[in-house]
C-alpha cells in the first residue's frame, strides 16, 4: 500500500510560483504513474499533469507551459513546480499514485493565488 503525503502548498501572488511535492511510501512508486489534479471550489476535481513510469508526460491545456510535473524515483516523490500563476489555479491540488487496478491519493494541499 502507498501512502502520499503532499506540501508545498501556500498563498501566493498572481505571477508568483510554487512548488508542491508529493512523498510516496511503499515499493510500487517507481513503476507507477503519478498525477496531479485540482479541486476548486464548488468544482469537480480535474486532472492537472501526469507522468508515466518512463517519463512521459501530459498537462491539462490550461497549465501547459506553465506547470512542470516530474519525479525522483530513488526518493519516492514527485513534483508539481508551477509559474505564472493565476488566481483560477487556486484550489486543493492532490497527488495521486496508480498502477493497474490499484489507485491511492493524498490529503490534499490548498493552492491560493491572491493579491
Known amino acids: 500500500q502507498v501512502q502520499l503525503v503532499e506540501s508545498g502548498g501556500g498563498l501566493v501572488q498572481p505571477g508568483g510560483s510554487l512548488r508542491l511535492s508529493c512523498a510516496a511510501s511503499g515499493s510500487i512508486f517507481s513503476f507507477a504513474a503519478v498525477a496531479w489534479y485540482r479541486q476548486a471550489p464548488g468544482k469537480q476535481r480535474e486532472l492537472v499533469a501526469a507522468?508515466?513510469?518512463?517519463?512521459?508526460?501530459n498537462y491539462a491545456e490550461s497549465v501547459k507551459g506553465r506547470f512542470t510535473i516530474s519525479r525522483d524515483n530513488a526518493n519516492s516523490t514527485a513534483y508539481l513546480q508551477m509559474n505564472s500563476l493565476k488566481p483560477e489555479d487556486t484550489a486543493v491540488y492532490y497527488c495521486n499514485v496508480a498502477r493497474g487496478s490499484y489507485s491511492s491519493w493524498g490529503q490534499g494541499t490548498q493552492v491560493t493565488v491572491s493579491s
Open positions: 507522468i508515466t513510469s518512463l517519463g512521459r508526460t
